[in-house]
């Protein structure tokens, strides 16, 4: 029997650890010095790098990725059986190496990149010794890439980038930005004169490439290939954010049981309000929907690939920002005027919901692609009615009893008494 839910008491054992580490030691430091993990003063690192260590000391840094490439090979059923305890943390992945945006920009070079790509990009972002951003997105419209311009050029040995690319996040702190041109992606170091960042926005940087030149071998992957990277780089990156949004609803899901258990009003616990119930059983239902969306899509894309799994990697990403939306909402309120206080993840939460509808496309793109990927599996129907159109059923089902309709008349009498019915 194939179908199991249960978790191999080694790997269980991994798992135990991952929430103990991230309970006593990341969150600690989330709490007292926020963005540590991120930092690069030699101070912030001191307290950093040794929860890292311990991470590789266990085997699960950069867990999302293959053996030979310097992670253990987990595949995506165990990385999102893991996420969903990173993903409640809020430096965790930057701690366990497997933070976005570096994660989708490894996974890309990992499968493009030359062996020279490999060694000069992706071995010092995996150790954390280079950070990266992805610039994809420009100013004049986001979700529909037939309308991106920026572009380079070839001349002599260097290749020469124009355009302008919106909402790069982390592009103004990386090492090396992932342009997206419309003949290929350019890895393009970010002090490369004629990489202007723009003031605003601070964190999701708005960035001019002017006539920036970078070295022939900073094109990764075919020239006509920024589609397909792209592709890549984004359907791995979505369904690790949907692993986390796991985290994220059980976090607040947590919170609101916990609430509704802890006050009393108009002579009962909350809990013991049949409204409030019904939020916790709703919040329930969709976490546990969700969770097994985001297992089975990374069993798929275990057992086949990122691109043959195309349709769940776009369920799930509009789906974790609508549960998102939805539990963290549900349990802000119950938390009453603290939930809307910063007091709390929950406003934070809630205020991420919008976020994650955008961010790496649009809910709408997304579900356009999942109905025309189910659709593709259908046919219209033949006739005028539809297949499922009871009278036509009928009328074919009564000629596999032709003969005994015609030789009872109390079996004839009960067949026509059931058309009757369901007139
Ligand atoms: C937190 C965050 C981080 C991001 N990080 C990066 C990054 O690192 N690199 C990068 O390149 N980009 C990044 N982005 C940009 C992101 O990819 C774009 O915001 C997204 O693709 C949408 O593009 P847009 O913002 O231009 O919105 P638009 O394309 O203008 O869309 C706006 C709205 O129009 C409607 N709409 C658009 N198209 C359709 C359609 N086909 N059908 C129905 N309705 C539609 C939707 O309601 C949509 O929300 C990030 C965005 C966010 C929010």
Known sequence: MAWDFSTEPEF?????????????????????????????????????DPLRQQVRDKGLW???????LGGPGFGQLKLALINEILGRYRTAPVIFGTAAPDTGNMEMLAAYGTAEQKEKWLQPLINQEMFSAYSMTEPQGGSDPTQFVTRATRD??????????????????????????????????????GVEIQPYPALHNHIRYNNVRVPLGNLLGPEDGARVLAQRRLGGGRIHHAMRTV??????????????????????TISDHQMVQEAIADSYAEINMLRLLVLWTAWTIDNSSTQASRTQI???????AKVLRDVSYRALHIMGSLGTTNLTPLQQMWAGAPTMAIADGVDEVHKVTVARNVLSGYEPHPGLWPTEYFP??????????????????????????AADMSN
């Not at 776009?314 to 974790?320: G, L, Q, R, V």
């Open 12 to 48: 269980q054992e991994q798992l135990d650890w991952v929430e103990e580490f991230c309970r006593t030691e990341v969150e600690p430091l989330d709490l007292v010095f926020p963005g540590a993990a991120y930092s690069r003063d030699p101070r912030a690192r001191a307290l950093a």
């Open 247 to 268: 985290a994220q609803v059980k976090l607040a899901f947590d919170m609101m049981c916990e609430r509704a258990l802890s006050r009393t009003s108009h002579g009962k």
């Open 62 to 68: 950069a867990l999302f990725l293959d053996r030979d």
């Open 392 to 417: 036509a059923k009928r009328e074919e089902a009564r000629k596999k009893y032709a003969s005994l309709l015609e030789s009872d008349p109390f079996l004839a009498q009960w067949a026509d008494r």
């Open 314 to 320: 776009a369920t799930c990403k509009y789906t974790c």
């Open 156 to 193: 002599g040995d260097e290749w020469v980038i124009n355009g302008e690319k919106w909402f790069t996040s982390a592009g103004a702190r990386a090492d090396i930005i992932f342009v997206m041109c419309v003949n290929g992606m350019y890895v393009v170091p970010r002090d490369t004169p």
